[in-house]
């Protein structure tokens, strides 16, 4: 009678399920298989993939048959562990009751001073629970939220305004939210990934090698929502105190001002009992877009003038810590046909100065149900004085406009071909001291992502200096050591012989210094 079908069409075929019964008597003839019941199971699935369903509805026969076999792993060791090995079915088995999550639990006691008792809401009610039951509740969302943030940035997924990306970002912020049930009123979600690191690691290595990232920008994305959390939670709660509905005015509040996604303020009306006014939200939310547009037509005879004549602040450069970014235009000035000037408050794109070819990518323009509305693709990269200039070409939708929030991300691929060559120039230019002497300095390069050229002054090589030079920086390579960057005050490193000062530079009070494997 079991028939899997992954969709109207496409593979299908019978399946046999496996359940587990723990039912004291341990066999109920099957009478709660399928029935909703947690004593009963479903641990795996075994389908039987032998026709295509088609359009019409008809089952044509695959040329090739074969099993498709899913296991529910965590159940599995639910299963186990909350009987005591298949000993004592007294409990109910649970995902959370188990050595997956209890690390995750034990550090949010040590932070939060609560403790996880198990307890669940008869019924899965969400209002009207006791003290205890809440911090349960929360212990529960915040590790499944903790690992499926961590794992997503992990495998290169940013919190952002539109997309997967205000996928993560709402899923952050409900996660943040709990935390305040717990008593946690200062930033605490980025302070669990180590457990996932170190219990998952092994198995997920590339959790473990980007811990960093996935902690940096965890922090960097509650450190936000924490500025205005508190406050959005007493306007929700006056809110919830005069009415049996949360206005759409309300809501939009919240979401403007606040950051609170729409269904963060559906999940906290629910707790109380309360419904929110959607149909209303979303008028407010549209009237805002037509705002948007009628500031950009008050603002084209400005951004027309052209780059040289705006007047834009200081573009903050991101690049060193993100590939992707949210931010806002500061100006953009039309080109030619399908061509723009985009400036940005803040990016993650280089921009080509010291040799080095400005970064490509695109940027994104979200539509106010965070659906994509436009799309430009980044060609280049310049700096204008402080500010960083996007040349770029439309190739979906609109373009953006003043004042509204976009997301630019680098081309990768790109980026990582010239970080290469760019670190080859600094092997380059240590091989040349360790061989030749320390007088030979750089004297410029161009480093693009296929290719570098390294220039310097030095006594002409003899053709066995040059061969010890290729090899120095060759064996380097094939070391494939990391190359982290730390920031220092000049004034340490200024006169340090291990740290190389590059020709012509300027120095600021602080400096990046670059280091390859350790030397």
Same mark, same amino acid.
């Given at each position: 009678?079991?028939?899997?079908?992954?969709?109207?069409?496409?593979?299908?075929?019978?399946?046999?399920?496996?359940?587990?019964?723990?039912?004291?008597?341990?066999?109920?003839?099957?009478?709660?298989?399928?029935?909703?019941?947690?004593?009963?199971?479903?641990?795996?699935?075994?389908?039987?993939?032998?026709?295509?369903?088609?359009?019409?509805?008809?089952?044509?026969?695959?040329?090739?048959?074969?099993?498709?076999?899913?296991?529910?792993?965590?159940?599995?060791?639910?299963?186990?562990?909350?009987?005591?090995?298949?000993?004592?079915?007294?409990?109910?088995?649970?995902?959370?009751?188990?050595?997956?999550?209890?690390?995750?639990?034990?550090?949010?006691?040590?932070?939060?001073?609560?403790?996880?008792?198990?307890?669940?809401?008869?019924?899965?009610?969400?209002?009207?629970?006791?003290?205890?039951?809440?911090?349960?509740?929360?212990?529960?969302?915040?590790?499944?939220?903790?690992?499926?943030?961590?794992?997503?940035?992990?495998?290169?997924?940013?919190?952002?305004?539109?997309?997967?990306?205000?996928?993560?970002?709402?899923?952050?912020?409900?996660?943040?939210?709990?935390?305040?049930?717990?008593?946690?009123?200062?930033?605490?979600?980025?302070?669990?990934?180590?457990?996932?690191?170190?219990?998952?690691?092994?198995?997920?290595?590339?959790?473990?090698?980007?811990?960093?990232?996935?902690?940096?920008?965890?922090?960097?994305?509650?450190?936000?929502?924490?500025?205005?959390?508190?406050?959005?939670?007493?306007?929700?709660?006056?809110?919830?105190?005069?009415?049996?509905?949360?206005?759409?005015?309300?809501?939009?509040?919240?979401?403007?001002?606040?950051?609170?996604?729409?269904?963060?303020?559906?999940?906290?009306?629910?707790?109380?009992?309360?419904?929110?006014?959607?149909?209303?939200?979303?008028?407010?939310?549209?009237?805002?877009?037509?705002?948007?547009?009628?500031?950009?037509?008050?603002?084209?005879?400005?951004?027309?003038?052209?780059?040289?004549?705006?007047?834009?602040?200081?573009?903050?450069?991101?690049?060193?810590?993100?590939?992707?970014?949210?931010?806002?235009?500061?100006?953009?000035?039309?080109?030619?046909?399908?061509?723009?000037?985009?400036?940005?408050?803040?990016?993650?794109?280089?921009?080509?100065?010291?040799?080095?070819?400005?970064?490509?990518?695109?940027?994104?323009?979200?539509?106010? +149900?965070? &659906?994509?509305? *436009?799309?430009?693709?980044?060609? =280049?990269?310049?700096?204008?004085?402080?500010?960083? #200039?996007? %040349? $770029?070409?439309?190739?979906?939708?609109?373009?953006?406009?003043?004042?509204?929030?976009?997301?630019?991300?680098?081309?990768?691929?790109?980026?990582?071909?010239?970080?290469?060559?760019?670190?080859?120039?600094?092997?380059?230019?240590?091989?040349?001291?360790?061989?030749?002497?320390? +007088?030979? &300095?750089?004297? *410029?390069?161009?480093?693009?992502? =296929?290719?570098?050229?390294?220039?310097?002054?030095? #006594?002409? %090589? $003899?053709?066995?200096?040059?061969?010890?030079?290729?090899?120095?920086?060759?064996?380097?390579?094939?070391?494939?050591?990391?190359?982290?960057?730390?920031?220092?005050?000049?004034?340490?490193?200024?006169?340090?012989?291990?740290?190389?000062?590059?020709?012509?530079?300027?120095?600021?009070?602080?400096?990046?210094?670059?280091?390859?494997?350790?030397?």
């Amino acid at each position: 009678d079991n028939f899997w079908m992954m969709g109207d069409t496409g593979p299908c075929g019978p399946c046999s399920e496996v359940h587990v019964d723990l039912t004291p008597a341990g066999d109920t003839k099957g009478a709660l298989v399928n029935g909703d019941d947690a004593r009963c199971i479903e641990v795996w699935n075994l389908v039987f993939i032998q026709f295509n369903a088609e359009p019409d509805g008809s089952f044509r026969p695959l040329p090739a048959c074969h099993v498709d076999t899913g296991m529910g792993f965590e159940r599995v060791c639910s299963i186990i562990q909350c009987t005591n090995g298949l000993t004592d079915f007294s409990k109910l088995p649970s995902n959370y009751n188990t050595d997956v999550f209890s690390p995750i639990f034990d550090r949010l006691s040590e932070l939060s001073g609560k403790t996880y008792t198990a307890t669940v809401p008869e019924g899965g009610r969400r209002e009207g629970l006791g003290e205890q039951e809440q911090i349960d509740v929360a212990f529960r969302v915040i590790a499944d939220h903790l690992r499926t943030l961590s794992f997503s940035v992990a495998d290169g997924i940013l919190p952002s305004n539109e997309g997967r990306g205000y996928v993560l970002r709402r899923i952050l912020r409900r996660a943040v939210r709990f935390g305040r049930t717990l008593g946690l009123t200062e930033p605490f979600f980025f302070k669990l990934v180590d457990v996932i690191a170190e219990t998952m690691g092994e198995v997920f290595p590339e959790i473990r090698n980007r811990r960093q990232k996935v902690t940096d920008t965890l922090r960097n994305e509650e450190d936000s929502f924490n500025r205005t959390l508190d406050k959005g939670i007493q306007l929700f709660e006056s809110a919830a105190a005069e009415a049996n509905a949360i206005s759409g005015e309300d809501a939009f509040r919240l979401y403007d001002t606040y950051g609170f996604p729409l269904d963060l303020t559906e999940l906290m009306a629910r707790e109380r009992g309360l419904a929110v006014d959607v149909p209303a939200f979303e008028t407010l939310m549209e009237e805002q877009r037509q705002r948007a547009r009628q500031d950009y037509e008050n603002k084209k005879a400005v951004v027309s003038a052209g780059v040289d004549d705006l007047d834009v602040g200081e573009t903050k450069f991101l690049g060193y810590e993100f590939d992707e970014a949210e931010a806002v235009i500061e100006a953009i000035v039309p080109a030619d046909a399908g061509h723009y000037q985009v400036i940005l408050d803040r990016t993650p794109c280089y921009a080509e100065m010291g040799g080095q070819v400005g970064d490509t990518g695109l940027i994104h323009v979200p539509g106010h +149900d965070r &659906t994509e509305v *436009g799309r430009l693709r980044v060609l =280049d990269t310049v700096k204008k004085g402080n500010a960083f #200039v996007h %040349l $770029t070409e439309l190739i979906e939708g609109r373009a953006p406009e003043p004042g509204e929030g976009v997301r630019i991300s680098v081309e990768e691929t790109r980026r990582r071909g010239v970080e290469r060559h760019h670190t080859a120039t600094h092997l380059f230019h240590w091989a040349l001291h360790e061989i030749v002497n320390p +007088d030979a &300095t750089q004297q *410029g390069s161009m480093v693009a992502e =296929d290719r570098l050229r390294f220039d310097f002054n030095s #006594v002409a %090589l $003899t053709p066995a200096q040059i061969a010890a030079i290729e090899e120095r920086v060759n064996a380097r390579v094939a070391d494939d050591d990391g190359v982290s960057w730390t920031e220092v005050p000049h004034a340490e490193v200024r006169d340090r012989n291990d740290v190389m000062q590059f020709f012509g530079d300027k120095y600021g009070e602080n400096v990046r210094v670059v280091q390859i494997g350790g030397q």
